[in-house]
Nanobody
Framework: QVQLVESGGGLVQAGGSLRLSCAAS????????MGWFRQAPGKEREFVAA????????YYADSVKGRFTISRDNAKNTVYLQMNSLKPEDTAVYYC?????????????????WGQGTKVTVSS
């Protein structure tokens, strides 16, 4: 089992940047593909980005491509989401998720472990 704790959310002006972190417990972090999802008020949860176990492959939603970067540090059991050029429509609660032995995926059903989320608010 892996437990996930997100941090780094907050209030930022449009055009600004934030870096989210997701710290995982356990000694098997490197066996997990990791993903970031978000849920805006009144909307369904949507895929943001994913990374394979090694960090060698990444995948992004079209809405964030070129602005967000997912990365991981297996020595620190942490996955990151660097968010640049933020827009008001990026406002949401951001969740990290883990899929053991999984390929990177954009479907939330592929992930068996979820964090509690961190809130990001982008003001115009």
């Amino acid at each position: 089992q892996v437990q996930l704790v997100e941090s780094g959310g907050g209030l930022v002006q449009a055009g600004g940047s934030l870096r989210l972190s997701c710290a995982a417990s356990g000694r098997t972090f490197s066996s997990y593909a990791m993903g970031w999802f978000r849920q805006a008020p009144g909307k369904e949860r949507e895929f943001v980005a994913a990374i394979d176990w090694s960090g060698g492959s990444t995948y992004y939603a079209d809405s964030v491509k070129g602005r967000f970067t997912i990365s991981r540090d297996n020595a620190k059991n942490t996955v990151y989401l660097q968010m640049n050029s933020l827009k008001p429509e990026d406002t949401a609660v951001y969740y990290c998720a883990a899929s053991r032995y999984g390929p990177i995926a954009n479907l939330d059903a592929a992930y068996g472990h979820w964090g509690q989320g961190t809130k990001v608010t982008v003001s115009s």
